[in-house]
């Protein structure tokens, strides 16, 4: 199972930053692959961004690529999504996820992802 935690706060301005976290409360063994998605209000989830927890290989949007970064934190079980440039296009709702058993052609799909945490909202506005 995830948990979402959301550090720097749930409301910010265009421009502005945000790092959200999530950790895991079991063991994550190195090929299982964490993700974080989006759902705006009236619109479908999406893929935000993704990591292999043992490579470190990351996936990106390209509606982030270069304004969001992932990373994790073996040793606290907990994956991060470091975000900057902040659009208002970016609110939404993100949501971890982990797949035990990845394939590359699912990386974006939510389907593939076994474990989900309970979501945090992002809002930005001016």
């Known amino acids: 199972r995830c948990s979402c935690r959301r550090l720097g706060g749930g409301l910010v301005q265009p421009g502005d930053g945000l790092r959200l976290s999530c950790t895991a409360s079991?063991?994550?063994?190195?090929?299982?692959?964490l993700g974080w998605f989006r759902q705006a209000p009236g619109k479908e989830r999406e893929f935000v961004s993704a990591i292999i927890w043992g490579s470190r290989h990351t996936y990106y949007a390209d509606s982030v690529r270069g304004r969001f970064t992932i990373s994790r934190d073996n040793a606290e079980n907990t994956v991060y999504l470091q975000m900057s440039g902040l659009k208002p296009e970016d609110t939404a709702v993100y949501y971890c996820?982990?797949?035990?058993?990845?394939?590359?052609?699912?990386?974006?799909?939510?389907?593939?992802?076994?474990?989900w945490g309970q979501g945090t909202l992002v809002t930005v506005s001016s």
């Open positions: 996820a982990a797949d035990p058993d990845p394939i590359l052609s699912t990386t974006h799909r939510p389907t593939a992802y076994n474990y």
């Open positions: 079991g063991r994550i063994g190195s090929n299982w692959r």
